[in-house]
């Protein structure tokens, strides 16, 4: 299989729960992610590396990676 | 068994916290960036791993923002009054041995208003995790210094800068008898998981202190830019691993906080003792 | 049967150890004060016997929270105190009010303010068992004023906690703390022992607060009920509300479960109040002065009558009313300056009210009260 068919990972943010601290944004080692005013948004999915970070370090239950 | 190269990729499996948190409670009520939440994660993901039914599981925990933590979590919870959460839970286990107790609390609700209740719940060993908020701040109450607030800080009630030095929670849980004593932060969340799982393993009293970060008052006040800078500066940068602290020059570790499972012993829990010296004594003598 | 009946002789603590054992008491936390610290002994020897768990905690703050613990985990839970050890119990009081968690917690009343008169007594807690802690509260105060009642008053106490789901005060004073009398230990079935309702409904329909009981029931931790326990105003899930009609409906409530069931909840011992031109008002070892103050009075022609109330508080409006209709003066003999006096004034229709005070750690005698009786002659 080449690159173009590799499966991306799809984010989920939750805009009800996000209070955009951008903790998330700022540690994300791939830069996959970006403010849009007051929640986190996706910038470069095909970026993400699954390292969880985000979700790891979000305090507000608000953003989870899935394969 | 070997892994293909291909499959060496993270595959991601974000922990299901549905699991274990209350329908409906989310939002917390915990500030943008607040430390709270990501330790209150970790925790989740800790007690997960130690596979018990939820009816077994008790999380007391006293006043302040991080004692708000009860309410979102689905066990046997209870939020009590300021200080008192360690005695609650004492009562709980010792009616309940076989119950699994938590309690979640503060650094002003542990050891300021609470102190003497955290020294003897350390002393009697009793097998009780207290996992201790520390954000060197009063939240709930606007922002005043605290038992763990830095010396030359600001906090609303030391605006000319903390002239109190703080408590280190680890060295009086030690002092105090804790059997096991540990050190995390929210910075390092994988790790802080890893760590309260081994304080939740342990028989006896478990005592974890967490760094977490209070942008909005302790932040603020002491010209911190934003969560993330508070993370780096005090949980990245403030700290160090207790695995590498022999390995690194002196300059690296002065001043910074020591990470990771600092006192681990092995002395006799207060509920065994209970049921082994006084009550088949007891009953021996009455028969 | 006839061995449980021997008389015994005992102290007023220990037949307080008895009562709470009778009333099937397996959980006991507390720190030493006196003069209740006999309590807590007799309960460090006599609990483990018995599966029941005694913890010697590191404050009074502790040792009431703890006793919450225990009774939260289901175990029917007490502890003892004295004044100081009573203010500092306080907060926790109106815990267990607002949450409603049963408890028994024994004040032995001795001198004050302050440190005051450890080894003396008083009945200057009177109104501090009523309003002692923050916020309005319904509050339940039983008052023995011999050994033998001691017990069957801590028996009582045991009751109204599981019944109505809250807090209850055993109070006396250091003198029946202290003395010894000959008492019976009421054989097993004796005595009514009220066990907690029990839970039979699902857990998803579980509400620790449901309003639609008067008194929801309790169902211990650990048991697969799992809801939130506050002290912050609450809604019927258990969980802490801004909402004012929740706040507002719960506070009230909390006390309607007490004000609807005064009857039952009331006692009271009447000596020669039938034709009573005089009646004394008072409780405790103050009653037991009364008691010889009214005989002696009868013999000198006086009619006098003594009300006792068993239960303090709720006061007994109804009967302090009712006697006020009937006689010409109340007299209200107690160890302070002027507590239960002020609740007998504010229930009086007609009679005069007139207080007999003191507060220097000796009992109020028979000729006090005597002469109070003789000033309405």
Same mark, same amino acid.
């Given at each position: 299989?080449?690159?173009?068919?590799?499966?991306?990972?799809?984010?989920?943010?939750?805009?009800?729960?996000?209070?955009?601290?951008?903790?998330?944004?700022?540690?994300?080692?791939?830069?996959?992610?970006?403010?849009?005013?007051?929640?986190?948004?996706?910038?470069?999915?095909?970026?993400?590396?699954?390292?969880?970070?985000?979700?790891?370090?979000?305090?507000?239950?608000?953003?989870?990676?899935?394969? | 068994?070997?892994?293909?190269?291909?499959?060496?990729?993270?595959?991601?499996?974000?922990?299901?916290?549905?699991?274990?948190?209350?329908?409906?409670?989310?939002?917390?009520?915990?500030?943008?960036?607040?430390?709270? !939440?990501?330790?209150?994660?970790?925790?989740?993901?800790?007690?997960?791993?130690?596979?018990?039914?939820?009816?077994?599981?008790?999380?007391?925990?006293?006043? !302040?923002?991080?004692?708000?933590?009860?309410?979102?979590?689905?066990?046997?919870?209870?939020?009590?009054?300021? !200080?008192?959460?360690?005695?609650?839970?004492?009562?709980?286990?010792?009616?309940?041995?076989?119950?699994?107790?938590?309690?979640?609390?503060?650094?002003?609700?542990?050891?300021?208003?609470?102190?003497?209740?955290?020294?003897?719940?350390?002393?009697?060993?009793?097998?009780?995790?207290?996992?201790?908020?520390?954000?060197?701040?009063?939240?709930?109450?606007? !922002?005043?210094?605290?038992?763990?607030?830095?010396?030359?800080?600001?906090?609303?009630?030391?605006?000319?800068?903390?002239?109190?030095?703080?408590?280190?929670?680890? +060295?009086?849980a030690k002092a105090a008898g804790a059997t096991f004593v540990a050190?995390?932060?929210?910075?390092?969340?994988? +790790?802080?998981?890893?760590?309260?799982?081994?304080?939740?393993?342990?028989?006896?009293?478990?005592?974890?202190?967490?760094?977490?970060?209070?942008?909005?008052?302790?932040?603020?006040?002491?010209?911190?830019?934003?969560?993330?800078?508070?993370?780096?500066?005090? +949980?990245?940068?403030?700290?160090?691993?207790?695995?590498?602290?022999?390995?690194?020059?002196?300059?690296?570790?002065?001043?910074?906080?020591?990470?990771?499972?600092?006192?681990?012993?092995?002395?006799? +829990?207060?509920?065994?003792?209970?049921?082994?010296?006084?009550?088949?004594?007891?009953?021996?003598?009455?028969? | 049967?006839?061995?449980?009946?021997?008389?015994?002789?005992?102290?007023?603590?220990?037949?307080?150890?008895?009562?709470?054992?009778?009333?099937?008491?397996?959980?006991?936390?507390?720190?030493?004060?006196?003069?209740?610290?006999?309590?807590?002994?007799?309960?460090?020897?006599?609990?483990?016997?018995?599966?029941?768990?005694?913890?010697?905690?590191?404050?009074?703050?502790?040792?009431?929270?703890?006793?919450?613990?225990?009774?939260?985990?289901?175990?029917?839970?007490?502890?003892?105190?004295?004044?100081?050890?009573?203010? &500092?119990?306080?907060?926790?009081?109106?815990?267990?009010?607002?949450?409603?968690?049963?408890?028994?917690?024994?004040?032995?009343?001795?001198?004050?303010?302050?440190?005051?008169?450890?080894?003396?007594?008083?009945?200057? /807690?009177?109104?501090?068992?009523?309003?002692?802690?923050?916020?309005?509260?319904?509050?339940?105060?039983?008052?023995p004023a011999y050994v033998q009642e001691i017990l069957t008053e801590t028996v009582r106490a045991f009751n109204l906690a599981e019944k109505?789901?809250?807090?209850?005060?055993?109070?006396?004073?250091?003198?029946?703390?202290?003395?010894?009398?000959?008492?019976?230990?009421?054989?097993?079935?004796?005595?009514?022992?009220?066990?907690?309702?029990?839970?039979?409904?699902?857990? /998803?329909?579980?509400?620790?607060?449901?309003?639609?009981?008067?008194?929801?029931?309790?169902?211990?931790?650990?048991?697969?009920?799992?809801?939130?326990?506050?002290?912050?105003?609450?809604?019927?899930?258990?969980?802490?509300?801004?909402?004012?009609?929740?706040?507002?409906?719960?506070?009230?409530?909390?006390?309607?479960?007490?004000?609807?069931? &005064? /009857?039952?909840?009331?006692?009271?011992?009447?000596?020669?109040?039938? /034709?009573?031109?005089?009646?004394?008002?008072?409780?405790?070892?103050?009653?037991?002065?009364?008691?010889?103050?009214?005989?002696?009075?009868?013999?000198?022609?006086? *009619?006098?009558?003594? &009300?006792?109330?068993?239960? &303090?508080?709720?006061?007994?409006? *109804?009967?302090?009313?009712?006697?006020?209709?009937?006689?010409?003066?109340?007299?209200?003999?107690?160890?302070?300056?002027?507590?239960?006096?002020?609740?007998?004034?504010?229930?009086?229709?007609?009679?005069?009210?007139?207080?007999?005070?003191?507060?220097?750690?000796?009992?109020?005698?028979?000729?006090?009260?005597?002469?109070?009786?003789?000033?309405?002659?």
């Amino acid at each position: 299989m080449g690159d173009a068919a590799k499966k991306l990972p799809r984010i989920e943010i939750n805009p009800k729960l996000c209070k955009g601290c951008s903790i998330c944004v700022d540690f994300c080692p791939t830069n996959v992610l970006e403010m849009r005013g007051t929640c986190v948004a996706v910038k470069d999915l095909a970026a993400c590396t699954r390292c969880q970070l985000c979700d790891l370090r979000c305090p507000d239950f608000a953003i989870q990676v899935f394969d | 068994m070997s892994v293909p190269a291909e499959k060496k990729e993270k595959i991601s499996v974000p922990f299901d916290y549905n699991k274990y948190l209350r329908p409906g409670k989310l939002p917390h009520i915990w500030c943008p960036g607040c430390g709270h !939440g990501i330790v209150l994660k970790a925790m989740l993901r800790a007690i997960d791993k130690l596979g018990i039914d939820k009816d077994n599981v008790c999380v007391v925990s006293g006043i !302040g923002c991080s004692s708000r933590t009860p309410g979102y979590v689905d066990f046997n919870t209870l939020h009590t009054l300021h !200080g008192r959460a360690l005695s609650f839970a004492t009562g709980i286990k010792l009616a309940r041995p076989d119950m699994k107790v938590i309690v979640v609390t503060g650094d002003g609700d542990a050891l300021a208003i609470g102190g003497n209740h955290f020294i003897h719940t350390c002393r009697r060993n009793i097998d009780i995790t207290a996992l201790v908020f520390t954000n060197a701040i009063y939240g709930m109450t606007g !922002g005043q210094y605290s038992p763990t607030t830095p010396l030359e800080s600001i906090a609303t009630t030391s605006r000319y800068g903390n002239i109190e030095p703080p408590f280190d929670t680890c +060295e009086m849980a030690k002092a105090a008898g804790a059997t096991f004593v540990a050190r995390g932060t929210a910075y390092h969340t994988l +790790e802080l998981e890893k760590t309260i799982y081994e304080a939740l393993m342990h028989k006896g009293t478990s005592v974890v202190d967490i760094i977490d970060a209070c942008p909005t008052y302790f932040g603020r006040m002491n010209k911190y830019k934003s969560a993330t800078h508070m993370m780096e500066a005090m +949980e990245k940068d403030g700290t160090v691993s207790v695995k590498q602290v022999d390995k690194l020059p002196p300059e690296k570790v002065a001043g910074k906080m020591l990470r990771g499972v600092l006192h681990k012993i092995d002395r006799p +829990e207060y509920c065994e003792q209970y049921a082994l010296l006084v009550q088949e004594k007891a009953q021996a003598k009455s028969k | 049967m006839a061995e449980k009946q021997k008389k015994r002789l005992m102290q007023g603590n220990e037949a307080c150890v008895e009562g709470a054992l009778y009333a099937g008491c397996k959980f006991y936390a507390g720190y030493p004060i006196t003069p209740s610290t006999e309590i807590a002994e007799g309960m460090s020897v006599r609990l483990p016997k018995i599966g029941g768990k005694f913890i010697q905690m590191e404050d009074e703050i502790g040792g009431i929270a703890a006793a919450i613990g225990g009774s939260l985990a289901g175990l029917k839970s007490l502890t003892a105190t004295s004044g100081p050890g009573f203010s &500092l119990k306080q907060e926790c009081l109106g815990y267990a009010c607002l949450a409603e968690i049963p408890l028994v917690i024994v004040n032995v009343m001795r001198g004050g303010p302050s440190t005051g008169y450890p080894t003396g007594p008083s009945q200057a /807690d009177i109104m501090q068992a009523k309003w002692g802690t923050h916020g309005d509260h319904p509050a339940i105060a039983v008052t023995p004023a011999y050994v033998q009642e001691i017990l069957t008053e801590t028996v009582r106490a045991f009751n109204l906690a599981e019944k109505y789901r809250t807090p209850v005060i055993v109070l006396y004073d250091e003198i029946v703390g202290h003395m010894r009398e000959p008492i019976t230990i009421p054989a097993p079935g004796e005595l009514a022992v009220v066990d907690r309702e029990k839970v039979t409904c699902k857990p /998803d329909e579980y509400f620790p607060y449901d309003e639609r009981f008067e008194i929801p029931p309790l169902a211990p931790f650990g048991t697969g009920y799992r809801f939130h326990v506050t002290g912050l105003n609450h809604k019927k899930d258990g969980f802490p509300t801004n909402d004012s009609k929740q706040i507002g409906e719960g506070n009230m409530r909390i006390m309607r479960k007490i004000d609807n069931h &005064l /009857d039952e909840i009331w006692k009271n011992e009447e000596i020669g109040l039938e /034709d009573a031109e005089i009646a004394v008002v008072a409780i405790g070892s103050t009653a037991r002065s009364a008691r010889y103050a009214v005989n002696e009075a009868r013999s000198m022609g006086i *009619k006098a009558g003594l &009300l006792r109330p068993l239960t &303090l508080w709720p006061f007994p409006d *109804k009967a302090v009313t009712e006697l006020s209709k009937r006689v010409k003066a109340i007299i209200v003999p107690e160890m302070n300056l002027g507590q239960m006096v002020l609740e007998v004034q504010r229930c009086s229709k007609k009679a005069e009210v007139l207080g007999v005070h003191r507060v220097d750690g000796e009992p109020i005698n028979p000729g006090q009260i005597i002469e109070a009786i003789k000033s309405f002659k």
